[in-house]
């Protein structure tokens, strides 16, 4: 299924991330980092132990995906990287706090880190406009860098506390770009409209899109392409004209 983009033309995954690095290996900026992203990772109780797994094994084998790790090092601008789980109100974990991606070797302690990281809970809540505000005094929290985005994955729409349009018009600069990886399970009714919803409420920005993924068994997938299109270093490039 092709990506859902708020903007009309959708720029497509480079191929020739080589040639891209090349260019910007040129540029020079003030900015620690070229980006620093937040992977949000859902675990109400609507994801059972072996979902959760898949979600977890899924991530860390995506992050050392070739074409994700090719993209990583595109520029010898570094990406910054943090990753949460969360589901109620008030149970947002950090998984892995902020890591500067240098190397391979980082990347590999990452992915190790969320692979070997247990389960904080499995309220029966979702709690969307609270996730993306930890996500949001996170990113606060991290390194300087020209670009900042939220990567929410869920199976599910918020139903507990306040809506992300709520946490948005509260707390949100303009400059913080959300994507969405929506896992399509479609077990529940509720979750029947889950892609509209994450269409009209959780992707935030003009170069916003959303990932489908057809079942949990499809994340690590979804998470591979959707790496592929966040840390694809156009937006330092612009910047750093």
């Given at each position: ?110 992915s190790t880190t969320i692979s ?84 009209t409420n959780v992707i935030r ?37």
């Amino acid at each position: 299924m092709e990506p859902f983009r708020n903007k009309n033309e959708g720029a497509k995954i480079p191929l020739l991330i080589l040639v891209i690095g090349l260019v910007l290996v040129q540029t020079t900026s003030a900015f620690a980092c070229r980006l620093k992203i937040v992977l949000a990772m859902d675990i109400s109780a609507s994801v059972d132990a072996k979902e959760d797994q898949l979600q977890r094994q899924g991530m860390a084998r995506a992050l050392l995906d070739e074409q994700v790790t090719s993209a990583f090092f595109a520029s010898k601008n570094p990406v910054a990287l943090a990753v949460i789980e969360w589901n109620g109100p008030t149970e947002q974990n950090i998984i892995s706090n902020w890591r500067m991606v240098y190397d391979l070797s980082d990347l590999h302690h990452i992915s190790t880190t969320i692979s070997n990281s247990i389960r904080g809970s499995d309220l029966p809540k979702t709690a969307m406009g609270e996730a993306l505000l930890f996500s949001k005094n996170l990113l606060d929290a991290g390194p300087n860098c020209a670009s900042s985005k939220i990567d929410l994955s869920a199976d599910g729409s918020n139903n507990s506390g306040p809506s992300p349009f709520e946490i948005y018009s509260l707390y949100f600069p303009n400059d913080i770009q959300v994507n969405g990886l929506a896992i399509n399970a479609a077990e529940f009714e509720a979750e029947l409209h889950l892609i509209e919803y994450f269409k009209t409420n959780v992707i935030r920005g003009e170069e916003a899109f959303l990932i489908i993924a057809d079942g949990f068994d499809d994340f690590e997938r979804a998470m591979r392409e959707k790496l592929l299109m966040e840390i694809y270093p156009n937006a330092f490039l612009a910047k750093s004209n």
